[in-house]
């Protein structure tokens, strides 16, 4: 079905949801998973023009998403990771082109009308960009989540 899956973390709860959707997809489709975090702070934006070293922030990312990768690791499944930075939706579109994905896979927050205007909406964006499809999955914060 599936080979490669690419997967935008963004480092926060709302991953959980599509770290656990992919990881039985991936199992059942046989598909390497490609993890990728569009790091969009005014280093990792600038970071290759002015040839700036990780930020913080960055190298705190990096970790998140490797260990992200470590877990779906222990399951059996292929995965490599991408720290990336710049314009999320940009981004990750390229990445769909570079690395030969032929899914995306990605939490959404759920946010509405005024919401999407206001903070926009990467996931959105990332559909009208790419020929893939798109699998949208929504997140619920661990607050909110049913026990």
């Not at 489709?29 to 930020?55: C, M, P, T, Y």
């Not at 399951?75 to 939706?89: K, M, T, Y």
């Not at 570079?98 to 990605?106: S, Y």
């Not at 499809?133 to 989540?145: I, S, T």
Request: net charge negative; aromatic share 4%; with cysteine.
């Amino acid at each position: 079905m599936y080979t490669r899956i690419l997967v935008p973390l963004e480092h926060s709860e709302y991953d959980d949801a599509i770290i656990t959707h992919v990881r039985e997809l991936a199992l059942h489709s046989k598909a390497s998973v490609v993890f990728i975090h569009v790091a969009d702070g005014w280093a990792a934006r600038n970071q290759h023009q002015l040839v700036l070293s990780e930020s913080a922030e960055m190298k705190d990312d990096r970790e998140y998403i490797e260990a992200q990768a470590d877990v779906l690791e222990e399951s059996g499944l292929s995965v490599e990771c991408i720290l990336a930075g710049g314009d999320p939706a940009t981004e990750i579109a390229a990445a769909v082109i570079r690395e030969k994905c032929d899914l995306v896979a990605m939490s959404t927050h759920g946010h509405k009308g005024v919401q999407d205007i206001i903070r926009g909406s990467v996931a959105n964006e990332v559909r009208h960009r790419v020929t893939v499809p798109v699998l949208m999955v929504r997140g619920v914060p661990r607050r909110l989540r049913q026990v």
